[in-house]
């Protein structure tokens, strides 16, 4: 439980080019993997970063829009040639599942191995996922579709016992579950020992939020706030404002404003238009509003260290 670490799959828009690829991340929090959209060609990106099959178990997909699911399919596809046998969790709106099914149906393939379907609720925040680190919570983004944000929040640890006082006080097992939540001790001598004396702060747990394809949702600080690391559209620049409306998007300034709003620690931005082949001037824009911001860089990926505290982006080894 280390790290949680992003890796960017994909992170352009509509069209795929030559050496951009359709929005698709891989997160992993601690031994937890989530597969976030699946734009087509994700299967091989997921081998070039040498990510194995067997770590996909929850797949987040945001939208039906091709950019963001019709690489699902083909995945799906491989994991039954591959003889998968164990449960896969796929989140997203309503109608993906007849998607998908339907397809399968007339090509007459077979899955084998146990596709679990989970619709989203367009109209409020819920929570989709919870084991005994990690909640994941859905919540409405707005675009032209029915469109769904991620918001992936590690539990707070209870706080860790020092050996030495353990040993000091003489403290039962027993009652150590009690001082790790908060409690004081009573010495054999009746003198109170403050739980501040007894335990130190747990590891520091992390918080991610996800944010594509969507106008700039002004109330988004409900759904989410101070996300360690938010990932948020920024398809236009601000001279493209109009265009960014009409089309349901974001400008980087907005995703920048965003940011703010949500009180976000590291902001990343992505899914930009085919038509800049220079995300610098996109950076700029965001971060003339929120300085610590980051380009989604295809190939890379971006680690916060529980112990360091670092944030670490580098470029993933990557096999061709
Ligand atoms: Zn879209």
């Known amino acids: 439980m280390e790290h949680l670490s992003l890796s960017i799959l994909g992170a352009s828009s509509a069209v795929p080019m030559s050496d951009r690829s359709p929005t698709s991340q891989f997160l992993a929090v601690g031994n937890e993997f989530f597969l976030i959209d699946c734009g087509e060609g994700t299967q ?8 194995g099959f067997s770590r996909l178990k929850h797949i987040m997909i945001s939208h039906l829009h091709g950019d963001h699911f019709y690489g699902l399919l083909p995945l799906l596809s491989t994991l039954q040639l591959l003889d998968r046998r164990s449960p896969l969790y796929i989140y997203g709106p309503e109608k993906l599942e007849s998607a998908i099914r339907q397809q399968l149906a007339i090509t007459d393939a077979e899955i084998h191995y146990p596709l679990i379907f989970k619709a989203l609720n367009p109209s409020k925040k819920e929570e989709i996922f919870d084991s005994k680190h990690l909640k994941v919570y859905s ?11 991620f918001y992936f929040q590690e539990k707070t640890q209870p706080r860790k ?3 030495s006082e353990l040993a000091k006080f003489q403290i039962p097992v027993a009652e150590i579950r009690q001082i790790k939540a908060g409690a004081d ?4 001598a009746g003198n109170l020992i403050p739980n ?3 335990t130190e702060d747990p590891p520091k747990s992390f ?4 944010c594509t394809d969507t106008m700039p949702v002004k109330h988004l600080h409900r759904y989410f706030d101070h996300p360690d690391l938010l990932y948020h559209e920024a398809t236009f620049m601000s001279q493209e404002s109009d265009r960014a409306k009409q089309t349901n998007h974001s400008t ?8 703010e709003i ?7 931005i992505g899914h930009f238009s085919v038509r800049y082949k220079d995300f610098k001037p996109l950076l700029k824009e965001a971060q003339a509003i929120f300085p610590n911001t980051y380009i989604a860089l295809e190939g890379y990926k971006f680690t916060l260290n529980r112990k360091t505290r670092e944030f670490k982006v580098e470029k993933e080894n990557q096999h061709r």
């Open 139 to 149: 919540f409405p983004l707005r675009h032209s579709i029915d469109c769904f944000g």
């Open 252 to 259: 980087a300034a907005q995703a920048g404003e965003i940011a």
């Open 161 to 163: 016992m020092k050996k």
């Open 262 to 268: 949500t009180k976000a620690e590291k902001l990343l």
């Open 44 to 51: 091989v990106k997921l081998r070039q970063h040498r990510i």
């Open 185 to 188: 001790w009573i010495d054999k």
């Open 207 to 210: 918080s991610y939020a996800y």
């Open 196 to 198: 501040a004396q007894l």
